[in-house]
C-alpha cells in the first residue's frame, strides 16, 4: 500500500507531463549546400497539417502532435530527397538537445554533370 | 527505542535503494556496447549509406550494401538522419527513431519489482546509459530498399 501510494502520484504527474508536452514543435530545416531547396510537406497521417506546407530553406516549420508528414526537398542540380517526419522523431531530437526547436539539416545529393555537355563550345 | 529502530531501518533501506541503482547503472553500456551494427541489403549492390545527426554532421558511413555499418547508439535517444545513394539512382532518406537496446531490457525489468523500491531508482539507474546510448538503439536498424534508377526521380 505504501508503495502504491508513492507510485500513484509519480504516474499521474508523468501523465500530465506527458500532456503538456503534446504541444506543436517548430522544426528549422535546411541544406548544408549554397544552393536553396524548395520544401513541400504533406500530411499523410494526423489532423492537422504542418504550417506552412511549402516553403524555401532555411525555414521554420511547425508540427502537430500525432502527426505524420512527408517532407520532399528539390534543388536545381541535386535529386529531390523525400522522407516520413513525425512529431515523435522531432519530440526526440528536442528531449535529446534540450532545445525547444529542432534543426533538421538535410545533405541533398548532388546530381552528375551531363555527359558530353559542349554548351558553350564554338 | 521503537523510533530509532525505524530510522535505522529507514536508512539502511534507502542505503540499499542506492547501492541497487549503482551496482546496476550501465549495466545497458556493458552488455550491448555504445555501438552497433546496422545490417545493409539495399539494392542494387553497392549502394552506399550514411547516417548524419540533424544538425547536420556526419555520424558514421558510408557503408557499402551488402555489408554491415558501425553506428554509436542514439545518446539521450537522440533520432537520426539516414542517407542511402549510388551514382545513377534516387537516393532514399530514414529519419530514425530509438527503441530500448538487449542490454537495457535485462535489466529493466527488475526496477519495476515493488520491494526493490520507487521508480526514482530506475531513472538514476537509466541516467549512465542514457548518456552513453549503452540504453538504446537505432530503429530501424535494418535497410532492405531498393534504390529507383535516376529517371523515375526527375524533379
Known sequence: MHAIGRVLPALTLLVLFQAGCMKPIH?????????QATVDLHLIKGDAAPKPERCGTPCTIEIAPKTTSQVTLRATGYYPAVFEL???????????????????VVPMQKRPEPAGDTSGVP | MIESCCIVRRAL???????????????????SGTHERVHLSLSPPGTQLEVYHWTGEKLAG???????????????????????FKDGHCPQYWLTSS?????????????????????????????????????????????????????????
Open chain 2, 99 to 155: 527503441r530500448p537496446s538487449g542490454g537495457a531490457w535485462t535489466y529493466l525489468w527488475m526496477l519495476f519489482i515493488p520491494a526493490l523500491g520507487p521508480l526514482a531508482i530506475a531513472a538514476t539507474a537509466s541516467l549512465v546509459d542514457a548518456s552513453t546510448g549503452g540504453c538504446c538503439a537505432m530503429s530501424p536498424d535494418r535497410y532492405d530498399a531498393s534504390l529507383q534508377a535516376d529517371n523515375a526521380c526527375m524533379p
Open chain 2, 13 to 31: 533501506s534507502g542505503w540499499v535503494a542506492c547501492l541497487f541503482a549503482l551496482s546496476i547503472s550501465g549495466c545497458g553500456t556493458l552488455i
Open chain 1, 86 to 104: 513525425k512529431y515523435q522523431n522531432v519530440l526526440e531530437f528536442t528531449g535529446a538537445k534540450g532545445k525547444k526547436t529542432a534543426t533538421l
Open chain 1, 27 to 35: 522544426l528549422d530545416i535546411s541544406v548544408p549546400q549554397a544552393e
Open chain 2, 62 to 84: 558510408p557503408g557499402t550494401s551488402p555489408g554491415e555499418l558501425q553506428v554509436h547508439r542514439p545518446v539521450w535517444n537522440e533520432p537520426y538522419l539516414v542517407r542511402a
